[in-house]
């Protein structure tokens, strides 16, 4: 999909099956390097340090100029086990040329070409191999020679690897090279195959627009444009979620984000109930479920799709490629899943609105806790979420605090109210929604819910029903039987006009982390080491690429510094719209400052808060007596 429109050209590429490229990428704004001399120069700098010691390879560094793009060589590795060394190309539009209305127009459409082009550039290295490792002889023997760019998965998001300046067209991708070596010795013939024979092919096979396949580059950027517009479109219909009819929902397994093939998956279909039209740009009029704001459940026996279609629903925040089966699934892009972590780190959260004081007569007002229960961490995870602008809570039960959830009459008779300090998130939900904040819950192995939902969507052999009435009668049923026996049920009654609490501005003070520029290594998705702090963020279950994560890490390191200078003072959230707004007007490479990067996705701010809320060397106090009120 993502290759050369026609067969291979160019120079023969020196392989033999044993070397690979590596990826990276950057941004126009980074200051010009030393202009080294052309392509003819640079094979002549590989013939002279062809068998010297590896460091001969420092003479690389500044910018090769080709007869279409100019070769940046902006790291060069230590030696041949460090990290691969960071490269660039600079392609002019006057060589990629691609219409105007595909990049121009809006910064959509520019996100989703780069976001082709990522895949088709890595379509043409590793369609020859070069992203294969040489590694044989031991020590001694032949290694490196692979050339990687940022490895992308199902969806499509702003990254550092390939980015076109939005006023020239100047197009820059990013990617990383492991300089081959033999023993610690330049292998200079090797190294030159690899950049002056094979890279210019590369170039060409994968970014320049006439060797792409034009109908699947259109496809790609207008899907995304018509996602992007579904969910810009869902405030006008009042709603927080949509998933289109046909939508291919199931995942190939649970370690892989691409669609389930089997012939007996079940396309979603809507109830009429909730069936709704919804206008997209180039695709036109496109029918599925709506999900109005307020409070949705969705219910079913197990194995029916309950809790796919709330994971497809957390997805929706991002836009897909073409194929991927739920690319006109999407949510309100400040929708945030809340699970219990048993064990997280909170500090200086007003959980009081779910935990009232603790024994021993401790104030939850302003809870801190290196090791808090599920409960606890559950209740910190929504005040956290509101703090930084969440309109609408995602929970599944599996993931939950049982005690957090709900608390039944029974309970209620044994353990008397003095003696319970949590308040369920039952008797918040419509609060919640008086105030703006919608809830989405997963709901399988208690009705209690029913009573407070505005709506309760069945999933059984993944479709989807509309049963509230159903569900309203029950509700309605057991409610009566209860005041017949004399068992109180105010429990679901005392929040009927009921708006939620203020909730309290927090600013962060310092990450408390050893360097200003702390040491990074994502170890995968949801862990990164900065300096010797590990950092888990299992918690955070909307994060799709390593990209992001590592993007996260540079953003809590660039935050701290901040707070120490112009943003000294200011509320956590304030600072982190100004973040936001920082790398909306310059790119990802704000993040990175003077180091150019190429394997940065772009994370929302919600991702980016709750990192900074799990550090376990953060420092956070309350910010005076400001409040948010809903």
Request: proline residues 4%; aromatic residues 8%; glycine residues 10%.
């Amino acid at each position: 999909m993502y290759g050369r429109r026609g067969g291979g050209r160019g120079r023969k590429q020196f392989h033999g099956g044993r070397h690979a490229p590596a990826a990276g990428r950057t941004g126009s704004h980074w200051p010009a390097q030393r202009v080294q001399g052309d392509w003819k120069n640079l094979e002549d700098v590989f013939r002279r340090i062809d068998g010297r010691s590896y460091p001969a390879y420092k003479d690389l560094y500044g910018e090769w100029s080709f007869p279409e793009f100019s070769l940046v060589f902006d790291q060069i590795q230590g030696d041949a086990y460090a990290s691969p060394s960071k490269i660039r190309v600079k392609v002019p539009w006057d060589v990629v040329r691609y219409p105007e209305e595909l990049w121009k127009m809006s910064k959509v459409r520019r996100v989703a070409l780069c976001d082709y082009l990522v895949r088709s550039f890595q379509c043409a290295v590793r369609s020859s191999k070069g992203d294969v490792r040489a590694q044989a002889g031991g020590w001694r023997g032949e290694k490196g020679g692979e050339m990687n760019i940022q490895d992308v998965g199902q969806y499509v998001m702003e990254r550092s690897s390939v980015t076109i300046d939005r006023e020239s067209g100047m197009l820059e991708a990013r990617f990383t090279v492991g300089l081959p070596a033999k023993g610690r010795n330049v292998l200079g013939r090797w190294a030159s195959m690899i950049f002056v024979d094979n890279l210019p092919r590369y170039v060409s096979e994968g970014l320049k627009y006439s060797s792409l396949d034009s109908a699947s580059v259109y496809r790609h950027v207008l899907t995304v444009e018509d996602a992007d517009a579904l969910r810009k479109g869902l405030k006008d219909k009042n709603l927080i979620a949509f998933v289109s009819n046909g939508s291919i929902l199931p995942r190939k397994s649970g370690n892989s984000d691409e669609p389930m093939d089997d012939r007996s998956v079940v396309p979603f279909t809507s109830p009429k109930e909730l069936l709704v039209e919804m206008q997209t740009p180039n695709e036109g009029a496109i029918v599925g479920m709506g999900i109005p704001k307020g409070i949705t459940l969705i219910v079913g026996g197990g194995f029916h799709g309950k809790s796919t279609l709330l994971e497809a629903l957390q997805t929706g925040i991002y836009n897909k490629i073409p194929g991927d089966g739920r690319e006109f699934v999407v949510a309100d892009d400040s929708c945030v899943k809340i699970r219990a972590e048993d064990g997280r780190r909170v500090e200086c959260v007003d959980i009081s609105p779910f935990v009232g004081t603790l024994p021993g007569g401790k104030s939850t007002t302003c809870f801190s806790s290196t090791d808090s229960s599920g409960s606890t961490s559950q209740a910190s995870s929504i005040q956290e979420s509101l703090e930084n602008g969440s309109k609408v809570l995602l929970v599944d039960e599996d993931t939950s605090a049982t005690n957090f959830m709900v608390r039944d009459a029974r309970m209620q008779e044994l353990i008397a109210k003095d003696l319970e300090p949590i308040t369920p998130f039952l008797q918040r939900v419509r609060a919640l929604r008086n105030s703006g904040i919608s809830s989405i819950l997963v709901v399988g192995g208690t009705g209690e819910y029913f009573s407070v939902a505005d709506r309760v969507i069945a999933m059984k052999n993944y479709c989807a029903s509309d049963v509230t009435l159903e569900a309203k009668s029950i509700a309605e049923k057991y409610h009566q039987a209860a005041i017949s026996s004399g068992v109180s049920m105010n429990v679901y009654h005392d929040e009927e006009g009921t708006k939620y609490f203020p909730i309290k501005s927090r600013m962060l003070v310092d990450n408390g982390l050893q360097n200003e520029r702390p040491k990074c290594k994502v170890q995968s998705l949801h862990s990164v080491q900065l300096d010797h702090e590990i950092l888990d963020l299992i918690g955070l279950e909307q994060l799709a690429e390593e990209g992001q994560t590592r993007a996260i890490a540079c953003a809590i390191s660039l935050l701290s510094k901040r707070m120490h200078g112009p943003w000294r003072g200011k509320p956590f959230a304030e600072a982190l719209k100004l973040l936001n707004d920082e790398i909306e007007h310059r790119g990802l490479d704000v993040l990175t400052e003077d180091v150019v990067h190429g394997s940065l996705s772009r994370p929302r701010i919600h991702e980016v808060a709750a990192a900074c809320n799990r550090l376990r060397t953060a420092t956070f106090r309350q910010h005076g007596d400001e409040a948010l009120v809903l």
